[in-house]
C-alpha cells in the first residue's frame, strides 16, 4: 500500500478532504522524522515503536583492493511492531 492509497483511504473512511489528509499525513512523518533525528523515540501502544539504534564500529573488508576498512559507530532508525499487533498479523 502506497502513501497515495492510505491517504484515500483515510479520506473515505473518515469523510475528510483528501488535501487535509495528505496534509496531516505529511505533518505526521515530519513529526516523526524530527524527533528521530533529535535523538528521541517515538512509541505508539499497541501498534509499536519508531527508535534509534546503535550501531556499533566495525571493521569490514573492500574485497577488490583487499583492504580493510573502519565503519564508525553510527545510529539507524528502527520500526519495532508492538506484541499484541504482531499476534493480530500472525492470526492474520
Request: no cysteine; net charge positive; proline share 3%.
Amino acid at each position: 500500500m502506497t502513501k497515495a492509497e492510505v491517504v484515500t483511504e483515510i479520506a473515505e473512511r473518515t469523510g475528510v478532504e483528501k488535501a487535509l489528509v495528505q496534509e496531516t499525513v505529511e505533518s505526521f512523518f515530519k513529526v516523526v522524522k524530527g524527533s528521530l533525528l533529535k535523538g528521541e523515540n517515538v512509541y505508539f501502544r499497541g501498534f509499536g515503536s519508531f527508535i534509534i539504534q546503535q550501531r556499533a564500529q566495525k571493521i569490514a573488508r573492500n574485497i577488490s583492493k583487499n583492504t580493510q576498512i573502519t565503519i564508525p559507530a553510527h545510529n539507524i532508525p528502527k520500526f519495532k511492531p508492538a506484541k499484541t499487533f504482531i499476534e493480530k498479523v500472525k492470526k492474520g
